[in-house]
Protein backbone atom coordinates (compact mmCIF):
# COMPACT_ATOMS: atom_id res chain seq x y z
CA UNK A 1 0.00 0.00 0.00
CA UNK A 2 2.52 2.41 1.01
CA UNK A 3 4.70 1.74 -2.14
CA UNK A 4 1.95 1.72 -4.28
CA UNK A 5 0.83 5.45 -2.43
CA UNK A 6 4.54 6.92 -2.81
CA UNK A 7 4.60 5.28 -6.85
CA UNK A 8 1.19 7.13 -7.14
CA UNK A 9 2.89 10.34 -5.48
CA UNK A 10 5.55 9.78 -8.05
CA UNK A 11 3.77 9.66 -10.76
CA UNK A 12 1.41 12.93 -10.24
CA UNK A 13 4.59 14.49 -9.70
CA UNK A 14 6.41 13.84 -12.75
CA UNK A 15 2.96 14.67 -14.24
CA UNK A 16 2.91 18.00 -12.40
CA UNK A 17 6.33 19.05 -13.40
CA UNK A 18 5.17 17.99 -17.37
CA UNK A 19 1.66 19.73 -16.98
CA UNK A 20 3.93 23.19 -15.30
CA UNK A 21 6.57 22.95 -18.09
CA UNK A 22 3.53 22.81 -20.54
CA UNK A 23 1.49 25.75 -19.52
CA UNK A 24 0.67 28.03 -21.72
CA UNK A 25 2.34 31.50 -21.97
CA UNK A 26 0.74 34.08 -19.81
CA UNK A 27 -0.62 37.00 -22.23
CA UNK A 28 -0.32 40.66 -22.25
CA UNK A 29 -2.22 42.71 -24.41
CA UNK A 30 -1.82 46.53 -24.25
CA UNK A 31 -3.77 48.54 -26.43
CA UNK A 32 -2.75 52.71 -26.34
CA UNK A 33 -5.91 54.33 -27.54
CA UNK A 34 -4.93 57.10 -30.54
CA UNK A 35 -1.65 57.17 -30.04
CA UNK A 36 0.28 58.03 -33.02
CA UNK A 37 2.55 56.20 -35.19
CA UNK A 38 5.04 58.91 -34.55
CA UNK A 39 3.99 59.75 -30.95
CA UNK A 40 6.18 57.22 -29.21
CA UNK A 41 9.89 57.34 -28.25
CA UNK A 42 11.51 55.00 -30.36
CA UNK A 43 10.76 56.95 -33.41
CA UNK A 44 10.47 60.33 -32.04
CA UNK A 45 13.13 62.02 -29.51
CA UNK A 46 9.95 64.41 -28.14
CA UNK A 47 8.48 61.74 -26.80
CA UNK A 48 9.59 60.04 -23.60
CA UNK A 49 8.60 56.64 -23.35
CA UNK A 50 11.97 54.92 -21.44
CA UNK A 51 9.79 51.82 -20.39
CA UNK A 52 7.96 50.88 -24.09
CA UNK A 53 11.23 52.06 -25.67
CA UNK A 54 13.29 49.35 -23.92
CA UNK A 55 10.73 46.81 -24.82
CA UNK A 56 10.21 47.94 -28.05
CA UNK A 57 14.15 48.08 -28.84
CA UNK A 58 14.88 44.48 -26.90
CA UNK A 59 11.60 43.29 -28.48
CA UNK A 60 10.31 43.38 -32.05
CA UNK A 61 9.26 46.50 -33.58
CA UNK A 62 6.19 46.18 -35.84
CA UNK A 63 6.86 48.21 -39.07
CA UNK A 64 3.80 47.13 -40.85
CA UNK A 65 1.04 46.17 -38.21
CA UNK A 66 -2.65 47.97 -39.69
CA UNK A 67 -5.05 48.43 -37.34
CA UNK A 68 -8.70 50.17 -38.22
CA UNK A 69 -9.19 53.93 -38.64
CA UNK A 70 -11.57 54.15 -35.60
CA UNK A 71 -11.26 52.85 -31.99
CA UNK A 72 -14.66 50.09 -31.99
CA UNK A 73 -13.71 48.05 -35.26
CA UNK A 74 -10.35 47.38 -33.97
CA UNK A 75 -11.30 46.69 -30.63
CA UNK A 76 -14.00 44.40 -32.83
CA UNK A 77 -10.31 42.80 -34.87
CA UNK A 78 -8.61 41.82 -31.40
CA UNK A 79 -11.54 40.18 -29.46
CA UNK A 80 -13.44 38.54 -32.64
CA UNK A 81 -10.85 37.80 -35.45
CA UNK A 82 -13.65 38.81 -37.93
CA UNK A 83 -12.75 41.76 -40.02
CA UNK A 84 -15.94 45.43 -38.97
CA UNK A 85 -17.56 44.69 -42.55
CA UNK A 86 -18.26 41.35 -41.03
CA UNK A 87 -19.86 41.91 -37.88
CA UNK A 88 -21.73 44.93 -39.00
CA UNK A 89 -19.37 47.42 -37.15
CA UNK A 90 -17.62 49.17 -40.23
CA UNK A 91 -19.20 52.52 -39.84
CA UNK A 92 -17.97 54.92 -36.96
CA UNK A 93 -18.24 53.83 -33.34
CA UNK A 94 -20.33 52.54 -30.88
CA UNK A 95 -21.97 55.70 -29.56
CA UNK A 96 -22.55 55.32 -25.87
CA UNK A 97 -26.44 56.42 -26.54
CA UNK A 98 -27.32 54.20 -29.10
CA UNK A 99 -27.60 50.02 -28.81
CA UNK A 100 -24.90 48.86 -30.62
CA UNK A 101 -22.75 46.01 -29.75
CA UNK A 102 -20.27 43.01 -30.85
CA UNK A 103 -22.91 40.21 -32.44
CA UNK A 104 -23.53 37.60 -29.33
CA UNK A 105 -22.80 34.83 -31.78
CA UNK A 106 -19.01 35.47 -31.87
CA UNK A 107 -16.64 33.51 -29.54
CA UNK A 108 -14.13 36.06 -27.69
CA UNK A 109 -10.54 35.59 -27.79
CA UNK A 110 -10.82 35.25 -23.93
CA UNK A 111 -13.29 32.59 -23.98
CA UNK A 112 -11.72 30.70 -27.05
CA UNK A 113 -8.27 30.66 -24.28
CA UNK A 114 -10.47 29.75 -21.30
CA UNK A 115 -11.05 26.33 -23.21
CA UNK A 116 -7.50 25.84 -22.10
CA UNK A 117 -7.88 27.19 -19.04
CA UNK A 118 -6.75 30.63 -19.01
CA UNK A 119 -7.27 33.09 -15.83
CA UNK A 120 -8.65 36.41 -18.12
CA UNK A 121 -8.76 39.83 -16.83
CA UNK A 122 -9.69 42.92 -18.97
CA UNK A 123 -8.97 46.28 -17.41
CA UNK A 124 -9.55 49.61 -19.25
CA UNK A 125 -11.39 50.47 -22.27
CA UNK A 126 -14.16 48.06 -23.71
CA UNK A 127 -16.34 50.14 -26.51
CA UNK A 128 -18.08 47.07 -27.94
CA UNK A 129 -21.44 47.04 -26.48
CA UNK A 130 -23.20 47.79 -23.27
CA UNK A 131 -26.76 48.39 -23.65
CA UNK A 132 -27.42 44.63 -22.63
CA UNK A 133 -25.14 42.77 -20.38
CA UNK A 134 -24.20 39.95 -22.28
CA UNK A 135 -22.58 42.26 -24.77
CA UNK A 136 -20.09 43.23 -21.48
CA UNK A 137 -17.15 41.80 -20.61
CA UNK A 138 -17.85 39.61 -18.25
CA UNK A 139 -20.70 38.08 -20.05
CA UNK A 140 -17.85 37.70 -23.23
CA UNK A 141 -15.20 35.54 -21.45
CA UNK A 142 -13.51 38.00 -18.99
CA UNK A 143 -13.04 36.47 -15.32
CA UNK A 144 -12.90 40.61 -14.34
CA UNK A 145 -13.33 43.66 -15.58
CA UNK A 146 -12.65 46.72 -14.46
CA UNK A 147 -13.14 50.10 -16.33
CA UNK A 148 -15.61 51.56 -18.81
CA UNK A 149 -18.00 51.02 -21.80
CA UNK A 150 -17.65 54.16 -24.06
CA UNK A 151 -15.24 55.76 -25.86
CA UNK A 152 -14.21 58.56 -24.18
CA UNK A 153 -14.28 60.67 -20.59
CA UNK A 154 -12.68 62.62 -18.07
CA UNK A 155 -9.11 60.97 -16.82
CA UNK A 156 -10.12 61.75 -13.07
CA UNK A 157 -14.28 62.00 -12.90
CA UNK A 158 -14.70 58.94 -15.39
CA UNK A 159 -17.48 60.78 -16.82
CA UNK A 160 -18.79 61.68 -19.98
CA UNK A 161 -21.71 64.13 -20.41
CA UNK A 162 -24.27 63.31 -18.28
CA UNK A 163 -23.55 60.18 -17.06
CA UNK A 164 -20.71 58.13 -14.76
CA UNK A 165 -18.88 55.38 -16.95
CA UNK A 166 -16.42 53.28 -14.51
CA UNK A 167 -17.67 49.80 -13.69
CA UNK A 168 -15.96 47.19 -11.43
CA UNK A 169 -17.09 43.67 -12.87
CA UNK A 170 -20.92 44.66 -13.01
CA UNK A 171 -21.21 47.14 -10.26
CA UNK A 172 -20.65 50.93 -10.22
CA UNK A 173 -17.44 51.72 -9.09
CA UNK A 174 -15.85 55.15 -7.81
CA UNK A 175 -11.79 55.07 -7.91
CA UNK A 176 -10.01 57.10 -5.36
CA UNK A 177 -10.97 60.47 -6.02
CA UNK A 178 -7.98 62.50 -8.32
CA UNK A 179 -6.94 59.56 -9.29
CA UNK A 180 -5.66 59.27 -12.70
CA UNK A 181 -7.66 56.56 -14.93
CA UNK A 182 -3.83 55.48 -15.51
CA UNK A 183 -3.23 54.87 -12.43
CA UNK A 184 -6.52 53.36 -11.69
CA UNK A 185 -5.57 50.69 -14.29
CA UNK A 186 -2.27 49.99 -13.71
CA UNK A 187 -3.06 49.43 -9.49
CA UNK A 188 -6.02 47.19 -11.04
CA UNK A 189 -3.61 45.07 -13.16
CA UNK A 190 -1.23 44.89 -10.39
CA UNK A 191 -3.63 43.58 -7.84
CA UNK A 192 -4.58 41.04 -10.27
CA UNK A 193 -0.76 40.17 -10.42
CA UNK A 194 -0.40 39.48 -7.27
CA UNK A 195 -3.68 37.48 -7.09
CA UNK A 196 -2.50 34.66 -10.11
CA UNK A 197 0.18 32.62 -9.54
CA UNK A 198 2.18 32.79 -12.35
CA UNK A 199 3.40 29.03 -11.74
CA UNK A 200 0.20 26.71 -12.04
CA UNK A 201 -2.43 29.48 -14.24
CA UNK A 202 -1.86 30.86 -16.99
CA UNK A 203 -3.19 34.80 -17.32
CA UNK A 204 -4.87 36.55 -20.30
CA UNK A 205 -4.55 40.10 -19.32
CA UNK A 206 -6.36 42.44 -21.64
CA UNK A 207 -5.33 45.86 -20.55
CA UNK A 208 -6.65 48.40 -23.48
CA UNK A 209 -5.55 51.61 -21.75
CA UNK A 210 -7.78 54.91 -21.97
CA UNK A 211 -4.34 57.11 -23.21
CA UNK A 212 -3.90 59.05 -24.50
CA UNK A 213 -7.48 60.14 -25.93
CA UNK A 214 -8.77 63.02 -25.78
CA UNK A 215 -9.59 65.23 -23.67
CA UNK A 216 -6.27 66.07 -23.09
CA UNK A 217 -5.62 65.84 -18.96
CA UNK A 218 -2.47 65.17 -17.83
CA UNK A 219 -1.66 64.29 -14.01
CA UNK A 220 0.31 67.08 -13.05
CA UNK A 221 1.82 70.19 -14.82
CA UNK A 222 3.33 69.23 -18.44
CA UNK A 223 6.79 68.17 -18.27
CA UNK A 224 7.05 69.75 -21.58
CA UNK A 225 5.45 72.14 -24.11
CA UNK A 226 2.70 70.18 -25.21
CA UNK A 227 -0.33 67.90 -22.99
CA UNK A 228 0.28 64.82 -25.62
CA UNK A 229 3.59 64.55 -24.47
CA UNK A 230 3.00 63.90 -20.67
CA UNK A 231 0.29 61.99 -21.36
CA UNK A 232 2.43 59.37 -23.06
CA UNK A 233 4.56 59.38 -20.67
CA UNK A 234 2.00 58.65 -17.53
CA UNK A 235 0.80 55.25 -19.93
CA UNK A 236 4.83 54.46 -20.55
CA UNK A 237 4.74 55.03 -16.68
CA UNK A 238 1.69 52.73 -16.28
CA UNK A 239 3.92 49.92 -18.63
CA UNK A 240 6.68 50.41 -17.05
CA UNK A 241 4.67 49.39 -13.17
CA UNK A 242 3.53 46.20 -14.82
CA UNK A 243 6.29 45.18 -16.08
CA UNK A 244 8.14 45.43 -12.63
CA UNK A 245 5.69 43.41 -11.23
CA UNK A 246 5.91 41.19 -13.90
CA UNK A 247 9.30 40.42 -13.48
CA UNK A 248 9.20 40.43 -9.44
CA UNK A 249 6.32 37.83 -9.40
CA UNK A 250 8.00 35.56 -12.44
CA UNK A 251 5.87 35.88 -15.22
CA UNK A 252 8.34 36.80 -17.51
CA UNK A 253 9.67 33.45 -17.70
CA UNK A 254 6.61 32.46 -20.11
CA UNK A 255 5.25 35.73 -21.14
CA UNK A 256 3.96 36.99 -24.42
CA UNK A 257 3.36 41.35 -24.34
CA UNK A 258 1.80 42.66 -27.08
CA UNK A 259 1.49 46.56 -27.09
CA UNK A 260 -0.59 48.36 -30.05
CA UNK A 261 -2.33 51.32 -30.66
CA UNK A 262 -6.07 51.03 -31.87
CA UNK A 263 -6.01 53.45 -34.65
CA UNK A 264 -3.65 56.46 -36.18
CA UNK A 265 -3.50 59.83 -33.86
CA UNK A 266 -5.60 62.13 -34.22
CA UNK A 267 -3.85 65.28 -35.44
CA UNK A 268 -6.19 67.93 -34.16
CA UNK A 269 -5.21 66.90 -30.39
CA UNK A 270 -2.03 67.17 -30.78
CA UNK A 271 -1.19 63.48 -32.13
CA UNK A 272 1.80 62.82 -34.61
CA UNK A 273 1.73 59.93 -37.29
CA UNK A 274 5.06 61.56 -39.61
CA UNK A 275 5.94 60.72 -42.41
CA UNK A 276 2.66 59.17 -42.60
CA UNK A 277 -0.36 60.86 -44.74
CA UNK A 278 -3.96 61.38 -42.74
CA UNK A 279 -4.93 61.00 -39.00
CA UNK A 280 -7.42 58.81 -37.29
CA UNK A 281 -10.87 57.79 -39.05
CA UNK A 282 -9.11 58.71 -42.74
CA UNK A 283 -8.05 55.26 -44.92
CA UNK A 284 -4.88 56.67 -45.01
CA UNK A 285 -1.41 54.94 -43.93
CA UNK A 286 -1.72 57.65 -41.18
CA UNK A 287 -5.01 56.43 -39.64
CA UNK A 288 -4.17 53.13 -40.50
CA UNK A 289 -0.80 52.34 -39.96
CA UNK A 290 -0.36 51.32 -36.12
CA UNK A 291 2.38 51.93 -33.51
CA UNK A 292 3.10 48.40 -32.07
CA UNK A 293 5.85 45.70 -30.73
CA UNK A 294 5.55 42.18 -28.90
CA UNK A 295 8.21 41.63 -26.69
CA UNK A 296 8.95 38.27 -24.57
CA UNK A 297 12.08 37.01 -22.69
CA UNK A 298 11.93 33.41 -23.91
CA UNK A 299 9.43 33.06 -26.84
CA UNK A 300 10.50 35.04 -29.49
CA UNK A 301 13.47 33.43 -31.50
CA UNK A 302 14.57 36.33 -33.06
CA UNK A 303 14.70 39.68 -31.42
CA UNK A 304 16.17 43.45 -31.71
CA UNK A 305 14.88 44.29 -34.92
CA UNK A 306 12.29 45.81 -37.06
CA UNK A 307 10.04 43.54 -38.21
CA UNK A 308 8.11 44.82 -41.59
CA UNK A 309 6.03 41.95 -42.76
CA UNK A 310 2.38 43.20 -43.62
CA UNK A 311 0.09 41.82 -40.51
CA UNK A 312 -3.75 43.17 -39.66
CA UNK A 313 -5.13 43.64 -35.90
CA UNK A 314 -7.12 40.64 -36.82
CA UNK A 315 -4.43 38.47 -37.28
CA UNK A 316 -3.79 38.85 -33.24
CA UNK A 317 -6.80 36.21 -32.43
CA UNK A 318 -5.46 33.20 -34.03
CA UNK A 319 -2.10 34.24 -33.24
CA UNK A 320 -2.47 34.26 -29.63
CA UNK A 321 -4.52 31.06 -30.02
CA UNK A 322 -1.55 29.71 -31.57
CA UNK A 323 0.67 30.62 -28.67
CA UNK A 324 -1.70 29.24 -26.57
CA UNK A 325 -2.15 26.25 -28.07
CA UNK A 326 -5.66 26.53 -29.30
CA UNK A 327 -7.02 26.12 -32.56
CA UNK A 328 -8.64 29.03 -34.02
CA UNK A 329 -12.41 28.35 -36.15
CA UNK A 330 -11.34 28.42 -39.96
CA UNK A 331 -13.79 30.83 -41.00
CA UNK A 332 -12.03 33.66 -39.09
CA UNK A 333 -10.64 36.72 -41.17
CA UNK A 334 -7.21 36.58 -39.09
CA UNK A 335 -3.78 34.56 -39.82
CA UNK A 336 -1.61 32.96 -37.67
CA UNK A 337 1.39 35.11 -37.99
CA UNK A 338 2.89 33.66 -35.30
CA UNK A 339 6.49 32.29 -37.27
CA UNK A 340 6.81 35.92 -38.52
CA UNK A 341 6.59 37.52 -35.20
CA UNK A 342 8.89 35.02 -33.89
CA UNK A 343 11.06 33.82 -36.50
CA UNK A 344 10.60 36.84 -39.36
CA UNK A 345 9.53 34.13 -41.76
CA UNK A 346 7.75 36.27 -44.85
CA UNK A 347 3.97 36.63 -43.72
CA UNK A 348 1.31 34.53 -44.77
CA UNK A 349 -0.96 37.45 -45.44
CA UNK A 350 -0.73 39.29 -48.75
CA UNK A 351 -3.41 41.28 -48.92
CA UNK A 352 -6.17 43.09 -46.60
CA UNK A 353 -8.88 44.95 -46.23
CA UNK A 354 -8.41 48.36 -44.81
CA UNK A 355 -12.24 48.71 -44.46
CA UNK A 356 -15.47 48.89 -46.41
CA UNK A 357 -18.36 51.73 -45.40
CA UNK A 358 -21.15 51.61 -47.01
CA UNK A 359 -22.50 54.34 -45.10
CA UNK A 360 -19.01 56.82 -45.82
CA UNK A 361 -19.36 54.87 -49.11
CA UNK A 362 -15.41 54.69 -48.89
CA UNK A 363 -13.09 51.07 -48.69
CA UNK A 364 -9.52 50.57 -49.18
CA UNK A 365 -7.47 47.34 -49.69
CA UNK A 366 -4.24 46.51 -50.08
CA UNK A 367 -2.85 43.61 -52.23
CA UNK A 368 1.07 42.82 -51.87
CA UNK A 369 2.42 46.42 -52.96
CA UNK A 370 -0.67 48.36 -53.85
CA UNK A 371 -3.11 49.79 -52.03
CA UNK A 372 -6.86 50.67 -53.56
CA UNK A 373 -8.68 53.19 -52.26
CA UNK A 374 -12.33 53.91 -53.32
CA UNK A 375 -14.29 57.16 -52.51
CA UNK A 376 -12.89 59.34 -50.12
CA UNK A 377 -10.27 58.52 -47.82
CA UNK A 378 -11.27 61.31 -45.26
CA UNK A 379 -11.37 64.68 -43.43
CA UNK A 380 -7.57 65.01 -42.73
CA UNK A 381 -5.96 64.33 -46.19
CA UNK A 382 -2.15 66.05 -45.12
CA UNK A 383 1.14 65.37 -44.01
CA UNK A 384 0.40 67.46 -40.37
CA UNK A 385 3.76 68.62 -39.09
CA UNK A 386 5.03 67.92 -35.52
CA UNK A 387 3.33 70.18 -32.91
CA UNK A 388 5.39 72.81 -31.18
CA UNK A 389 4.99 75.47 -28.71
CA UNK A 390 3.96 78.17 -30.48
CA UNK A 391 1.54 75.65 -32.37
CA UNK A 392 0.59 72.30 -29.58
CA UNK A 393 -1.96 71.51 -31.95
CA UNK A 394 0.42 70.37 -35.15
CA UNK A 395 -1.66 72.75 -37.34
CA UNK A 396 -4.37 70.69 -37.38
CA UNK A 397 -7.42 71.04 -40.11
CA UNK A 398 -10.12 73.32 -38.90
CA UNK A 399 -12.90 70.48 -39.87
CA UNK A 400 -12.52 67.39 -37.30
CA UNK A 401 -11.74 64.74 -38.50
CA UNK A 402 -13.69 62.30 -36.40
CA UNK A 403 -15.88 60.35 -39.02
CA UNK A 404 -19.17 62.45 -39.69
CA UNK A 405 -22.20 60.37 -40.38
CA UNK A 406 -22.81 61.23 -44.08
CA UNK A 407 -20.67 60.12 -47.29
CA UNK A 408 -17.95 62.79 -47.59
CA UNK A 409 -18.67 64.71 -50.24
CA UNK A 410 -15.39 65.56 -52.13
CA UNK A 411 -13.39 66.34 -55.00
CA UNK A 412 -10.50 63.76 -54.95
CA UNK A 413 -10.61 60.95 -57.54
CA UNK A 414 -13.10 57.90 -57.11
CA UNK A 415 -10.14 55.16 -57.54
CA UNK A 416 -6.28 56.38 -56.33
CA UNK A 417 -3.42 53.70 -56.47
CA UNK A 418 -0.51 53.75 -53.94
CA UNK A 419 2.43 51.86 -54.21
CA UNK A 420 3.01 51.49 -50.59
CA UNK A 421 6.46 49.43 -50.87
CA UNK A 422 8.23 52.18 -52.68
CA UNK A 423 5.62 55.10 -51.53
CA UNK A 424 4.86 54.45 -47.58
CA UNK A 425 3.69 58.07 -47.49
CA UNK A 426 1.18 58.20 -50.35
CA UNK A 427 2.33 60.90 -51.93
CA UNK A 428 1.70 59.47 -55.80
CA UNK A 429 -1.47 58.44 -56.73
CA UNK A 430 -0.61 56.50 -59.85
CA UNK A 431 -4.29 55.23 -61.09
CA UNK A 432 -3.97 57.10 -64.35
CA UNK A 433 -0.44 55.25 -64.92
CA UNK A 434 -1.68 52.01 -64.21
CA UNK A 435 -4.92 51.98 -65.24
CA UNK A 436 -5.20 47.83 -65.26
CA UNK A 437 -3.90 47.64 -61.91
CA UNK A 438 -6.78 49.35 -61.15
CA UNK A 439 -9.28 47.29 -63.09
CA UNK A 440 -7.64 43.98 -61.06
CA UNK A 441 -8.12 45.92 -57.53
CA UNK A 442 -11.39 47.14 -57.93
CA UNK A 443 -12.21 43.30 -59.08
CA UNK A 444 -10.31 42.14 -55.77
CA UNK A 445 -12.45 44.91 -53.25
CA UNK A 446 -15.75 43.59 -55.08
CA UNK A 447 -14.80 39.97 -54.04
CA UNK A 448 -14.77 41.46 -50.73
CA UNK A 449 -17.67 42.87 -50.65
CA UNK A 450 -20.31 39.84 -52.01
CA UNK A 451 -19.47 39.33 -47.99
CA UNK A 452 -20.00 42.46 -46.24
CA UNK A 453 -22.78 42.74 -43.57
CA UNK A 454 -24.27 45.37 -43.54
CA UNK A 455 -23.80 48.29 -41.10
CA UNK A 456 -25.44 47.87 -37.71
CA UNK A 457 -25.25 51.72 -36.57
CA UNK A 458 -28.57 52.16 -34.77
CA UNK A 459 -29.68 55.52 -33.97
CA UNK A 460 -29.49 57.21 -30.19
CA UNK A 461 -31.82 55.74 -28.08
CA UNK A 462 -33.35 58.31 -25.36
CA UNK A 463 -33.47 54.62 -22.63
CA UNK A 464 -29.65 55.06 -22.74
CA UNK A 465 -29.94 58.67 -21.10
CA UNK A 466 -28.02 58.28 -17.34
CA UNK A 467 -31.06 59.53 -15.76
CA UNK A 468 -33.21 56.77 -15.93
CA UNK A 469 -29.82 54.46 -14.74
CA UNK A 470 -28.86 56.56 -11.60
CA UNK A 471 -26.50 59.38 -13.44
CA UNK A 472 -24.52 56.53 -15.24
CA UNK A 473 -23.86 54.95 -18.07
CA UNK A 474 -25.64 51.87 -17.71
CA UNK A 475 -26.90 48.30 -19.30
CA UNK A 476 -30.05 47.30 -19.10
CA UNK A 477 -31.92 49.32 -22.60
CA UNK A 478 -31.72 46.94 -25.00
C1 LIG B 1 -23.55 35.29 -36.54
O1 LIG B 1 -24.86 35.47 -37.01
C2 LIG B 1 -24.95 36.13 -38.27
C3 LIG B 1 -26.41 36.44 -38.54
O2 LIG B 1 -27.18 35.30 -38.38
C4 LIG B 1 -24.30 35.25 -39.33
O3 LIG B 1 -24.36 35.88 -40.60
C5 LIG B 1 -22.85 35.02 -38.95
O4 LIG B 1 -22.24 34.12 -39.86
C6 LIG B 1 -22.74 34.44 -37.53
N1 LIG B 1 -21.34 34.47 -37.16
C7 LIG B 1 -20.75 33.50 -36.51
C8 LIG B 1 -19.32 33.67 -36.21
O5 LIG B 1 -21.35 32.50 -36.15
C1 LIG C 1 -15.27 65.47 -16.38
O1 LIG C 1 -14.00 65.87 -16.86
C2 LIG C 1 -14.01 66.30 -18.20
C3 LIG C 1 -12.59 66.56 -18.63
O2 LIG C 1 -11.96 67.45 -17.78
C4 LIG C 1 -14.88 67.56 -18.29
O3 LIG C 1 -14.91 68.01 -19.64
C5 LIG C 1 -16.28 67.22 -17.84
O4 LIG C 1 -17.07 68.38 -17.83
C6 LIG C 1 -16.27 66.62 -16.45
N1 LIG C 1 -17.59 66.11 -16.14
C7 LIG C 1 -18.17 66.25 -14.97
C8 LIG C 1 -19.52 65.69 -14.82
O5 LIG C 1 -17.60 66.84 -14.07
C1 LIG D 1 -2.22 27.43 -7.78
O1 LIG D 1 -1.57 27.48 -6.52
C2 LIG D 1 -2.27 28.23 -5.54
C3 LIG D 1 -1.40 28.36 -4.31
O2 LIG D 1 -0.47 27.35 -4.22
C4 LIG D 1 -3.61 27.59 -5.25
O3 LIG D 1 -4.32 28.34 -4.32
C5 LIG D 1 -4.41 27.52 -6.55
O4 LIG D 1 -5.62 26.83 -6.34
C6 LIG D 1 -3.61 26.81 -7.64
N1 LIG D 1 -4.33 26.93 -8.90
C7 LIG D 1 -4.39 25.97 -9.80
C8 LIG D 1 -5.16 26.26 -11.03
O5 LIG D 1 -3.84 24.89 -9.64
C1 LIG E 1 4.08 53.90 -10.73
O1 LIG E 1 4.61 53.56 -9.47
C2 LIG E 1 5.09 54.68 -8.72
C3 LIG E 1 5.78 54.13 -7.48
O2 LIG E 1 4.90 53.31 -6.77
C4 LIG E 1 3.90 55.57 -8.39
O3 LIG E 1 4.33 56.71 -7.68
C5 LIG E 1 3.26 56.02 -9.71
O4 LIG E 1 2.10 56.79 -9.44
C6 LIG E 1 2.87 54.81 -10.55
N1 LIG E 1 2.39 55.27 -11.85
C7 LIG E 1 1.34 54.76 -12.47
C8 LIG E 1 0.98 55.35 -13.79
O5 LIG E 1 0.70 53.83 -12.04
C1 LIG F 1 8.72 51.48 -41.80
O1 LIG F 1 7.52 52.19 -42.03
C2 LIG F 1 7.73 53.54 -42.39
C3 LIG F 1 6.38 54.23 -42.45
O2 LIG F 1 5.52 53.59 -43.37
C4 LIG F 1 8.45 53.60 -43.73
O3 LIG F 1 8.69 54.94 -44.08
C5 LIG F 1 9.77 52.85 -43.61
O4 LIG F 1 10.39 52.78 -44.87
C6 LIG F 1 9.54 51.44 -43.09
N1 LIG F 1 10.81 50.79 -42.85
C7 LIG F 1 11.20 49.71 -43.48
C8 LIG F 1 12.56 49.21 -43.16
O5 LIG F 1 10.48 49.10 -44.29
C1 LIG G 1 -26.82 55.91 -7.10
O1 LIG G 1 -25.59 56.64 -7.22
C2 LIG G 1 -25.06 57.12 -5.99
C3 LIG G 1 -23.80 57.91 -6.33
O2 LIG G 1 -24.05 58.85 -7.33
C4 LIG G 1 -24.76 55.98 -5.06
O3 LIG G 1 -24.28 56.49 -3.84
C5 LIG G 1 -26.00 55.14 -4.86
O4 LIG G 1 -25.68 54.00 -4.09
C6 LIG G 1 -26.60 54.71 -6.17
N1 LIG G 1 -27.84 54.02 -5.98
C7 LIG G 1 -28.11 52.82 -6.48
C8 LIG G 1 -29.46 52.28 -6.20
O5 LIG G 1 -27.30 52.21 -7.15
Not at 95 to 120: C, D, H, W
Not at 305 to 325: K, S
Request: hydrophobic share 35%; aromatic share 12%; proline share 8%.
Amino acid sequence: MAVELSLLASFVSIFMAHASSARPPHIVLIVADDLGWNDVGWRNPQMHTPNLDKLARNGVILNSSYVQPVCTPTRNCLMSGYYPYHTGLQHDVIRGNAPGFMPSNITTLPQKLKEVGYVTHMVGKWHLGYCNWKYTPTYRGFDSFMGFYSAMEGYYNHSEGDGYDFMFNTDVYYPPKGEYSANVFAKRAIDILNAVNPKNESLFLYLPFQSVHDPTENRDKPRRAFLLVSMVSALDEAVGNITTVLRERGYMDNLLLIFTTDNGGPVIHGANNLPLRGAKATLWEGGTKGAAFVYSDTLLKKTKYLNTEMMHAVDWFPTLLHVAGVTADSNIDGLDMWPTLSENTPSPRKEFVYNIDEILKNAAIRVGNYKLIEGSPGHSNGWYPLPTEADPQSKAPAISEEYSHEAIISSEPQYQLFDIANDPTEHFDISKKYPEVVNQMKQRLSEYKKSLVPANYPPPDPKSNPKYHNGTWSPGWC
